[in-house]
C-alpha cells in the first residue's frame, strides 16, 4: 500500500514535470499540461495511476497551498478597491450561466427540476485553475486579476446558496428564506470575522515565532498547519477550504515573516500543486 | 476521508513543533519530543490522530527526505574510508544483540525457535533514528557518526540475512546456503550498482536539469522523484526503502545543483520528517 502509494507519486511528479516544461516552449500556461498528462496517465488513459486516498490528500494540500501563497501577494485594501467590480462580475458570471444553462435544459426538453440543475452546475468557478493560470501568466497583482480572483471568491458564495436553494427546491419542493439567509450569512461572517482577526492579530503572532522558535522548521510548519485550519474552518461554513486558504494568505501576508513563509512554502507548492491538477484528469 | 486527513496532519505539525521546541530549551535532541509528541496524540494516549494510510504515505516521504538530506551531505569517499570500522560495527552491533537476545530467551524456557526470534528482533539498528539524532548533534560530517552510519545501512543488509535465515528455520526446518547467498548478493549488487551507476551520470544529468528547465519546480520535483525510484528499486532488492534514499542522496550531493536541492528540499523535510518520527508514536 505504503509504495504503491508513493510510485504513484513518483509517476505524478515525472508526468507534471515532463508536461509543464513542453507547455512553457511552446507558450502555454504550464497547468494545462498538468490536466492533460493527468488525463493521460490516469484510468481514462495509459491507467498507471489510479486516484487514491493518499493523492487526493496531497491533490488538496497542494491546492491550499496555491491560494495561500495567491493570497500572501495580494493586499486586503487593494482587493477591496476592486470590491465592486469583482461583485459586478461575480454576479454576472453565476447569472449568465445559469440562466442560459437552465433554458437550454428546458428547450431540450428536461423537467424544470433537471434544467435548474444544468443551471446550477454551470455557475461554479473554479478559484484554483483561476489563481493558478493568473499565476502562471505572472499576472496575479493586476487590477484586472484581483478583480477576476475576488469575483471566484465572491462566487464560491453565490454558488452556494444557488446549490442549497436548487437541492431543497428538488428535494422538500419549498425553501425557507430564513434558511438561505442564514446559509449567506454564516458564510460571509467566516469571511469577514476570519479576514478581520486574521489580519489583526496573525501577522504579530508569526514575526514572535520567526524571532523565538529554536527549531529551523517551526515558522514553515505552523504557517501550514494556520492555513489547514482556517480551509477546515471554511468547510465548516460550508465554503470551500481553498477560500479559506486564500483568507490565511491575506493573513500571513501581511507578516514580517512572510517572505521567509513564502520562500519556504514554495518548494513545497513545486511539489503539491501539480498533483492538483493532475488529479484533476485523473 | 480528506479533510479528516487534513485536520489528522494540522494536529501533527503543531504537536511536532511544539515539542520540538520544548525539547530545543531542554538541549534534548528535538527527535525525542517528536516520538513522545506521537504517543500523547496517538490512540495510546489523547487518541486525536490515527495512523491512517494518508499518515503513513506522508511518515514515508518524510524519512525518504531525511536519509535523501543525510546522504546528499556525506561523500561516498569519506564514507569507505571508514568503511572497515563500520564493518566491525555494524557485525558486534549484530551479534550481541542477536545471541544476547536467544540467551535470554533460552534462559527464560523458551523454545529454541522462540528464542532465536527474539535474537533476531533485537538486531535491528534504525536508520532513520540514526541519521535524525546525530543531524540534530549537528555532527553528521563527523567520522564518528560516518562510522556509525555506514554501520547502520551494512545492518540493514545483515538483519535482512538473520531475518531470512531464522524465517526460513522456522518455517521450513532448513535454510538453502545458495537461497541465502542470492539475498546477500542482490542486496550488494543493488548497493554497489546504484552507488555506481548514481554517482556517475546522475550528478551531470541534474545539472543539465538545472541549466535547461524553464519551469522552477522541475529540478526539486525530479529529484524528489528520483529519490523515490532508488527507494523503491531497494525494496525489490528486499532493503529498507530509505537504504534507497540514502544512496540517492549520495549521488545528487555530488551535482553542482545540489545546494539548490537541498535548500529547495529542506522546508519539505520540516513539514514531513516530524510525520515520520510522531508517527512512531501514533
Known amino acids: 500500500m505504503v509504495s504503491h502509494a508513493l510510485l504513484d507519486i513518483l509517476i505524478v511528479l515525472v508526468a507534471a514535470k515532463v508536461a509543464a516544461e513542453l507547455m512553457e516552449r511552446i507558450n502555454v500556461p504550464a497547468v494545462v499540461g498538468e490536466i492533460l498528462a493527468g488525463i493521460l496517465i490516469g484510468p481514462s488513459g495509459f491507467d498507471l495511476v489510479e486516484n487514491s486516498d493518499v493523492l487526493r490528500v496531497l491533490a488538496e494540500i497542494g491546492v491550499i497551498l496555491l491560494l495561500l501563497e495567491v493570497g500572501s501577494v495580494l493586499e486586503l485594501g487593494e482587493l477591496a478597491a476592486v470590491g465592486k467590480a469583482s461583485l459586478s462580475v461575480a454576479i454576472i458570471g453565476v447569472a449568465v450561466p445559469f440562466v442560459g444553462g437552465a433554458a437550454f435544459g428546458e428547450l431540450i426538453g428536461m423537467s424544470g427540476?433537471?434544467?435548474?440543475?444544468?443551471?446550477?452546475?454551470?455557475?461554479?468557478?473554479?478559484?484554483?485553475i483561476t489563481a493558478r493560470v493568473l499565476g502562471d501568466l505572472k499576472a496575479l497583482t493586476m487590477a484586472e486579476s484581483r478583480t477576476v480572483l475576488g469575483a471566484a471568491v465572491a462566487d464560491d458564495v453565490i454558488g452556494l446558496v444557488i446549490l442549497t436553494v436548487v437541492v431543497r427546491l428538488a428535494t422538500s419542493g419549498s425553501v425557507s428564506v430564513a434558511g438561505v439567509l442564514w446559509i449567506v450569512f454564516v458564510a460571509v461572517a467566516f469571511l469577514a470575522i476570519t479576514a478581520a482577526v486574521g489580519i489583526r492579530f496573525i501577522p504579530g503572532f508569526f514575526e514572535w515565532i520567526a524571532r523565538f522558535s529554536k527549531s529551523s522548521g517551526t515558522l514553515v510548519a505552523l504557517a501550514l498547519a494556520f492555513t489547514l485550519a482556517i480551509a477546515e474552518l471554511a468547510e465548516v461554513a460550508k465554503l470551500a477550504p481553498i477560500v479559506g486558504a486564500f483568507v490565511a494568505g491575506l493573513a500571513l501576508g501581511r507578516s514580517a515573516a512572510s517572505d521567509r513563509i513564502r520562500r519556504e512554502l514554495q518548494p513545497v507548492g513545486h511539489l503539491f500543486i501539480p498533483v492538483f491538477f493532475l488529479s484533476i484528469g485523473i
Open 113 to 128: 427540476e433537471e434544467a435548474l440543475f444544468v443551471g446550477a452546475a454551470l455557475t461554479a468557478t473554479s478559484v484554483g
